[in-house]
């Protein structure tokens, strides 16, 4: 999906005691993949009301277009949540779609 704005990829860390407020993605067209890096104890992620786990090692996938919040409740000692994001076409976006938003939004 790097053919347009709403792509992306990138390492996200939130540090002990941080917590990022209720806010919603740009589009419905993709889902990201979370990639849990580093996953201490107290680390949330609530996506449209409904709890979410990362777990190291393994994916996750998210439609960041549902209001979506993030904290992490941990100590300073357990250190930072780390997970690596990437974005990936939305499977219900037909390859036409794909195309028109690429054309549109490059």
Sequence with gaps: MSANTFGNAGFSVL?????????CGP??????????????PGCELVVGGEPQCWA???CLLVDDSFLHTVAHNGSPEDGPRVVFIV???HPNVAGAERQALDFVFA
């Design 15 to 23: 540090l002990p005691g941080a917590r990022l407020e209720g806010r």
């Design 27 to 40: 589009t419905n067209a993709r889902v990201r993949c979370h990639l849990g890096l580093k996953i201490p």
């Design 56 to 58: 190291e090692g393994h």
């Design 87 to 89: 974005d990936l076409w």
